[in-house]
C-alpha cells in the first residue's frame, strides 16, 4: 500500500500569478465562476450518494485547481477522488469539508489578487 501524497505547505497563486500576469487574472476569474458550479454539484452528488459523480467532479476540479496554482486544493480534491475509488466513501464528509475550507481561501485570494488590477 503507498502512502498518502503530504499535504502541501503552500500553493503556488502567487508564482502563476507573476509569471502570467493579466492572462493569470482571467484564468482566476473563469476559476472562481467555474468552481461555485462545481462545488454546488459536489454537495448534490454528496447529498444524493452518487459517488461516480463525486468522483468525476472532484477530479475535473483538481485539474482546474493545480492548472491555477492552487496545488493545496487539487490535493484535496485528488483525495476525494482517490477515497471514492478504493471505497472509503466513510471519508466524503471530513474530505469535502476540507475541500469547501480551501475553496473559500483560494477565492478570498485569487479576489484580492484580482482586484489589485
Not at 502541501?8 to 482571467?26: A, K, V
Not at 464528509?93 to 475550507?101: F, G, R, Y
Request: aromatic content about 2%.
Amino acid at each position: 500500500m503507498m502512502p498518502a501524497p503530504s499535504l502541501p505547505d503552500t500553493d503556488e497563486l502567487d508564482t502563476l500569478h507573476s509569471l502570467l500576469g493579466e492572462e493569470f487574472t482571467d484564468i482566476a476569474r473563469l476559476f472562481l465562476s467555474d468552481s461555485v458550479t462545481r462545488l454546488h454539484a459536489l454537495e448534490h452528488a454528496q447529498q444524493t450518494d452518487d459517488h461516480a459523480t463525486l468522483a468525476k467532479i472532484s477530479h475535473i476540479l483538481c485539474g482546474s485547481a493545480a492548472t491555477l496554482g492552487a496545488t493545496v486544493l487539487a490535493h484535496h480534491c485528488r483525495a476525494l477522488e482517490t477515497a471514492l475509488k478504493h471505497g472509503h466513501i466513510m471519508q466524503t464528509s471530513t474530505l469535502l469539508m476540507a475541500i469547501k475550507e480551501e475553496h473559500q481561501h483560494v477565492v478570498s485570494r485569487l479576489e484580492k489578487m484580482i482586484h489589485r488590477h
